[in-house]
């Protein structure tokens, strides 16, 4: 077993936070998500547009830039914009805010994905007899489609998730306090660098297997009373 | 802002530079090693398919961060037995860490869609091959590598882009790519935003770029097939 010298608590401290940022990120990108997939799929041009810039610019540019430009470039933004109309302003974000809103922004792109392929493969007859049981067109939404779109996004979904627990790792960049910034704290102290990096790297490890195994899990229960279900 | 950009132009297109040729590294030392290790993942033999599969579960199921982390901070905890072989002039160097950690991550994830590639070929294909009394190594050679090659290429390209993108991680170890002149110059003179979207605009034209260069390349590898068959979109990277 590796020789933690007192220094275990504090990758449980980080553990802790990173799987706190992680589900709020989570959150954020099926909500953000959702919302972008139904304005791609309208049939506005100006909402798919949008949209399409969104994930285009999401997908050309790494996560740590986008990260740095949260944390540092928006508050410098904005100050310069005060500064322009007269005001002197000091604003600041914290890491955990910046690094939630980033990771959120960057998977909310690819939910988006995953929810534009899942509507599309609910049945356009399940919509229809929806709306010929009188339903109006949010019910149909939230009463039909939901439920059986989130069917087809759980193999979708877990991938974003587990790509994200990951990407969490670089929000210690800007010194929040997860795993991967308290295993160099204790890597710096202890003068073990290997040893509290591969603790740290072994629990992302296990992260990735338990995410695995409840997606298995999660995709079991969505199609159960599906015939042939499991996707 | 345009005075900013033209001001740095130079250094920007230097650290460029420095990130497209940390991509088109590791990705050729990534996609070497990963043809063994995806042969070695559909071997029968556990010697052969249990290290492998090791690897593949460790390097995609971790940070890339933390990878870099180990083999870079790591190695010093080796210094003594390093020294001994010679080897610690190259871990005490960020290029050569960089690099390393570069191409072992990226030869996992290449590795995995080079196997799904293998395991696509038609099982006719590698009959009619033995039929017409190819050794092994031959139809590994004529038959099997590079229709493999052609097939995963879409999902290839898309791995590129993955690793032009991985490259920003190595201005944390003071690799002075495009992140990493965006960070000094952002500090320097408090230019943050600048200097970031800045940055952010030359890794969305290189990616672009690519993408559009790896389309023409894909209808040349592709041009005999129908169009049903061709390449699918981008998606995240599991």
């Known amino acids: ?231 | 802002m345009l005075t900013f950009i033209s001001e740095h132009w130079s250094a920007f297109a230097r650290g460029a530079v420095i990130t497209l040729q940390y991509t088109a590294i590791s990705c050729l030392l990534g996609a070497i090693l990963a043809i063994p290790i995806a042969l070695m993942r559909l071997s029968e033999k556990r010697a052969l398919f249990w290290p492998a599969t090791v690897y593949v579960l460790f390097f995609r199921g971790t940070p890339l961060l933390a990878q870099i982390f180990l083999i870079y901070y790591g190695s010093g905890q080796f210094r003594p037995a390093l020294e001994a072989v010679g080897l610690w002039q190259f871990f005490r160097e960020p290029w050569f860490c960089a690099i390393l950690t570069l191409s072992l991550n990226t030869a996992a994830y290449s590795s995995e869609i080079f196997r799904g590639a293998l395991q696509a070929i038609p099982r006719g294909e590698i009959e009619a091959a033995m039929a017409l009394g190819l050794s092994p190594l031959l139809r590994l050679r004529f038959i099997l590598i590079p229709r493999a090659l052609a097939a995963a290429w879409p999902a290839y390209t898309n791995e590129i882009v993955y690793q032009v993108q991985a490259t920003s991680l190595v201005s944390i170890i003071t690799v002075m790519d495009i992140t990493g002149v965006a960070r000094v110059i952002a500090s320097r003179n408090f230019d943050f935003y600048q200097a970031f979207l800045t940055a952010a605009a030359f890794y969305l034209v290189i990616v672009y770029l690519i993408i559009a260069l790896a389309k023409r390349v894909e209808a040349r590898l592709h041009a005999h097939l129908p169009a049903a068959d061709r390449g699918v979109g981008r998606n995240v990277r599991v």
């Open chain 1, 1 to 231: 077993m590796l020789e933690l010298k007192g220094y275990g608590w504090m990758l449980w401290e980080g553990v802790q936070l990173t799987v706190i940022v992680s589900v709020a990120s989570m959150a954020g990108a099926i909500i953000v998500g959702l919302l972008a997939a139904f304005a791609k799929l309208s049939s506005s041009r100006a909402q798919s547009l949008l949209v399409d810039t969104y994930t285009t610019v999401v997908r050309g540019i790494p996560e740590l830039v986008l990260l740095l430009l949260v944390y540092y470039g928006i508050p410098t933004l904005v100050q310069d914009a005060a500064a322009a109309l007269g005001y002197r302003v000091t604003v600041t974000i914290n890491p955990f805010l910046a690094g939630i809103a980033t990771i959120t922004f960057i998977y909310g792109a690819f939910a988006c994905e995953v929810f534009r392929g899942a509507y599309l493969n609910v049945p356009a007859g399940q919509r229809e007899a929806g709306a010929a049981l009188g339903l109006s067109r949010i019910a149909v939404l939230w009463l039909v489609v939901l439920p059986q779109m989130f069917r087809y996004a759980i193999p979708g979904l877990g991938n974003v998730w587990m790509v994200l627990v990951k990407a969490t790792a670089l929000i210690s960049i800007i010194q929040l306090p997860e795993l991967m910034r308290n295993a160099d704290v204790a890597a710096r102290a202890t003068r073990m660098p290997f040893t509290f990096f591969f603790a740290a790297s072994l629990i992302y490890l296990a992260i990735t297997l338990a995410s695995m195994w409840a997606q298995g899990r999660a995709e079991g229960w969505a199609s159960r009373g599906v015939v042939g279900g499991r996707l």
